[in-house]
């Protein structure tokens, strides 16, 4: 019974919000890898991009409370989200063509694309606060329990509790959703295979007849909806603080080094490695340890390390992944 009990605890403090937490961070680091393998830079301002998409669902989900317009148990942020994606989408047209067209026309060498993105960065993160604002906001007005721990217990009878959250089941299904729908949009449909082809190999692509502006817009259209569909699901499970959107940029990026960038699949994949490293890593593993050794109370928290380093052991993967394996896990390009 006591390893039941362990068990447990272990899926409800880790492998629960590890999940939830991988799944948001492997949808934003396809968008970190659709850039970096078609447009051929790595978009720095892609955090503030899911800082303002999310910002923009809120401006919304709070209309359609005011006009008495709900989502039954599920959030209303859910209805709000394809107006999100909407919105974005158009800044991130706007923005290239403000931006980013003029730099590939006279094809400027990606360290300089990196700064440029640098720049729209700021602009963004300065935009979405006076959009909203710099206080931390809960959105989720749904139900919130999917199983709660008196249920849990009524069930089983185990002492120890499980909680799932609505939220965390909403972001794994959304992301499947979305990635299912991605993956067969980049695999069936002309346009799809317009951008594999014009991501292998451009000069061959162009001399194909694939019409480069086309492709381009249609990157940052997809770019812009997988940002705010990963940032609304992230403020959803969390809650919504634009500069936690700054500093969600690491660990995003990490995943899409660690997975293989340009590589989607090993975007995927690496946004699971980095989130069940950085919650196994920062767990208090104490309760664990009482049910698997008896009659043994550990003094301190058997916790390797505090949650305020969490964003460090993506940091320390990173550095790893780049100087052992800098092709990732599933061999995309070369950083």
């Not at 447990?8 to 939830?20: E, R």
């Not at 002492?159 to 299904?173: F, K």
């Amino acid at each position: 019974m006591e390893l039941i009990n362990a068990l447990v605890a272990v899926t409800n403090y880790v492998i629960i919000p590890a999940t939830a937490y991988g799944a948001q961070l492997a949808l934003g680091a396809l968008g970190v890898t659709l850039i970096y393998s078609i447009l051929r830079f790595s978009n720095f301002a892609h955090g503030d991009t899911m800082a303002f998409g999310t910002g923009v669902v809120i401006l919304i989900t709070w209309g359609f409370q005011a006009m008495g317009i709900s989502f039954g148990p599920l959030p209303t942020a859910l209805l709000a989200l394809p107006f999100g994606i909407v919105i974005t989408s158009a800044l991130m047209l706007g923005t290239d063509k403000v931006v980013y067209q003029y730099y590939r026309k006279v094809r400027a060498a990606p360290v300089v694309m990196v700064m440029v993105s640098v720049g729209v960065m700021f602009v963004m993160n300065a935009l979405t606060r006076f959009l909203i604002g710099v206080d931390q906001i809960n959105f989720d007005d749904g139900t919130r329990f999917v199983i709660n721990a008196r249920q849990w217990r009524d069930m089983t009878g185990l002492s120890e509790p499980l909680t799932l959250r609505s939220t965390q089941v909403i972001t794994v299904v959304t992301a499947i959703i979305t990635v299912a729908a991605l993956f067969w949009f980049l695999g069936k449909t002309r346009t799809g295979k317009s951008m594999r082809a014009f991501s292998d190999n451009e000069d061959l692509a162009l001399l194909s007849g694939i019409d480069p502006n086309k492709v381009v817009a249609v990157t940052w259209i997809i770019t812009g909806a997988l940002a705010t569909i990963a940032g609304t699901l992230y403020g959803l499970d969390k809650s919504f603080k634009a500069f936690t959107y700054f500093q969600l940029l690491l660990p995003i990026f990490a995943s899409a080094i660690v997975g293989g960038i340009g590589n989607p699949v090993g975007a995927i994949a690496g946004g699971f490695v980095i989130s069940f490293s950085e919650v196994g890593l920062t767990y208090a593993w104490k309760k664990v340890a009482t049910y698997l050794i008896p009659n043994w109370e550990p003094d301190g928290l058997v916790q390797l390390l505090s949650t305020d380093y969490k964003y460090a052991v993506s940091f320390t993967i990173l550095i790893l992944v780049l100087i052992f394996k800098p092709t990732g896990l599933f061999k995309g390009k070369i950083v």
